[in-house]
Nanobody, 126 residues
Framework: QVQPVESGGGSVQAGGSPRLSCDVS??????AGWFRQAEGKEREAVAT???????SYSDSVKGRFTVARDDAKTTLYLQMDTLKPEDSGMYYC??????????????????????WGQGTQVTVSA
């Protein structure tokens, strides 16, 4: 099945700095990003990167998380610094074929034909 594949999740202590990776080499996309869903909460956009490399972040992670991709645009990264327990959740990589700007992907729901990874769990302990 063609879809992004995330890696890098796990259990981390508060203040830690893990990095998530996502293989997006099998899909064609314009913008991409990371969403997360905590238990009992709705899924939310965390960090996105646009076609031209522009980036956008939710207020909850701005200044702590950094989204990036390699030059070949085949791997997406999420560097998470100064983690907090409230950052715990399932992190999903998404690649959108139509939205070009990072801000668009951050504030709008990804298109129905977007590609979603299966997610990687991040658990932050105090």
């Amino acid at each position: 099945q063609v879809q992004p594949v995330e890696s890098g999740g796990g259990s981390v202590q508060a203040g830690g700095s893990p990095r998530l990776s996502c293989d997006v080499s099998r899909v064609v996309y314009a913008s991409a990003g990371w969403f997360r869903q905590a238990e009992g909460k709705e899924r939310e956009a965390v960090a996105t990167i646009g076609m031209n490399g522009d980036t956008s972040y939710s207020d909850s992670v701005k200044g702590r998380f950094t989204v990036a991709r390699d030059d070949a645009k085949t791997t997406l990264y999420l560097q998470m610094d100064t983690l907090k327990p409230e950052d715990s959740g399932m992190y999903y990589c998404v690649a959108d074929p139509g939205l070009a700007k990072s801000r668009e992907l951050l504030i709008r729901a990804p298109a129905r034909n977007s590609w979603w990874g299966q997610g990687t769990q991040v658990t932050v302990s105090a």
